[in-house]
C-alpha cells in the first residue's frame, strides 16, 4: 500500500505536468486539451488518487510497482499488463 505522503508526492508532480501541458498549448491550435492523451491520462491518474485506486493494475488489480510509478506516473497498468496490452 503506498503512503500517503508518496501519494501527495505524486499528486504534486502530476499536477506539475498537467501545469507544463497546459503552458506549451498553443492557443491558436484546433486541437483542445481534452483531446491531448498525455493530458487524459494524467488528468485520469489524478482522478484514481482521488478514488484511492492509485497505484493499482486497472487490468489485474495488483499493486503496480513503485519504480515503475516513479517512472511514469500516469501509469494505469503494471508492467506485466502494459506489456500485454
Known amino acids: 500500500m503506498l503512503s500517503q505522503e508518496y501519494l501527495a508526492d505524486r499528486k504534486a508532480h502530476l499536477q506539475n505536468k498537467l501545469l507544463y501541458i497546459m503552458s506549451k498549448e498553443d492557443s491558436t491550435q484546433v486541437k ?17 488518487i482521488e478514488d484511492g485506486d492509485y497505484g493499482y ?10 519504480q515503475r510509478l516513479n517512472y511514469l506516473p500516469e501509469t494505469p497498468l503494471c508492467l506485466a499488463c502494459a506489456k500485454n496490452h
Not at 483542445?32 to 484514481?48: E, G, V, W, Y
Not at 493494475?57 to 513503485?66: A, R, T, W
Open 32 to 48: 483542445s486539451l481534452a483531446d491531448n492523451p498525455r493530458f487524459a491520462k494524467i488528468k485520469n491518474a489524478l482522478q484514481r
Open 57 to 66: 493494475c486497472q487490468s489485474c488489480q495488483q499493486e503496480i510497482e513503485k
